[in-house]
Each structure stands twice: as structure tokens, then as C-alpha cells.
């Protein structure tokens, strides 16, 4: 199985910065999308960011300019770091990731638990 344990959620006033990590362990051949997303309350499950194995990355349009995800692949983390925080932010972030968990095996999807993240005064 393949855990992911994210930190860094909290409360902070607009404008403000905050960073999320993730990490998985567990039994992990490799990796190859991790990425963030968030759901507000009453509002579906939208997609933050990404980065795969290779770097290449991708924002949603609510977070470009402001949001910037970076992955160490050695240690299987993936961080998003957050500025120029706005009340529309406020949600719970979950980490996703793809993974392999041994040579020849599909990937699959897994979930962390999330972490609140409130943008408020």
C-alpha cells in the first residue's frame, strides 16, 4: 500500500503564504504524477496543480502566478507552495499521486487525507 501524509495546511489572512507538503511511502516502485487538489465546501473536487517525474508541470488558472509545486523524487514529496492567498481559496487540498508499486505492475491512484487550508481576516 502506498500512504501519503500531507502538513502545512492552517488558517492565514488574505494575501499571506502558505506551504503544503506531501509525502508517500510505503511499497513504491516509482512515481510518476504527483499533484494537488482542493474541494470547498458545496463545490467539486478541482485540480490545483500537477508535476510528473519529469518536471513538466501544469496550474489551474485560479493558481498560476501564485501557486508553485516542485517534487523531490529521491525522497517522494511533492510540495505547493502558496502566495497571494485569497478568501476563494479556502479548501480542503488533498495530495494525489500515481504510482507503481513494483516492476510490471499498473499504476494506481491514491488519495491523501487532506489538509484545510482557510483564507480569511
Known amino acids: 500500500q502506498v500512504q501519503l501524509v500531507e502538513s502545512g495546511g492552517g488558517l492565514v489572512q488574505p494575501g499571506g503564504s502558505l506551504r503544503l507538503s506531501c509525502a508517500a511511502s510505503?511499497?513504491?516502485?516509482?512515481?510518476?504524477?504527483m499533484a494537488w487538489y482542493r474541494q470547498a465546501p458545496g463545490k467539486e473536487r478541482e485540480l490545483v496543480a500537477g508535476?510528473?517525474?519529469?518536471?513538466?508541470?501544469n496550474y489551474a488558472d485560479s493558481a498560476k502566478g501564485r501557486f508553485t509545486i516542485s517534487r523531490d523524487n529521491a525522497k517522494n514529496t511533492v510540495d505547493l507552495q502558496m502566495k497571494s492567498l485569497k478568501p476563494e481559496d479556502t479548501a480542503v487540498y488533498y495530495c494525489?499521486?500515481?504510482?507503481?508499486?513494483?516492476?510490471?505492475?499498473?499504476?494506481?491512484?491514491?488519495w491523501g487525507q487532506g489538509t484545510q487550508v482557510t483564507v480569511s481576516s
Open positions: 494525489y499521486v500515481t504510482a507503481i508499486r513494483k516492476l510490471g505492475s499498473p499504476s494506481y491512484q491514491y
Open positions: 510505503g511499497s513504491i516502485f516509482s512515481i510518476n504524477v
Open positions: 508535476i510528473t517525474s519529469g518536471g513538466s508541470t
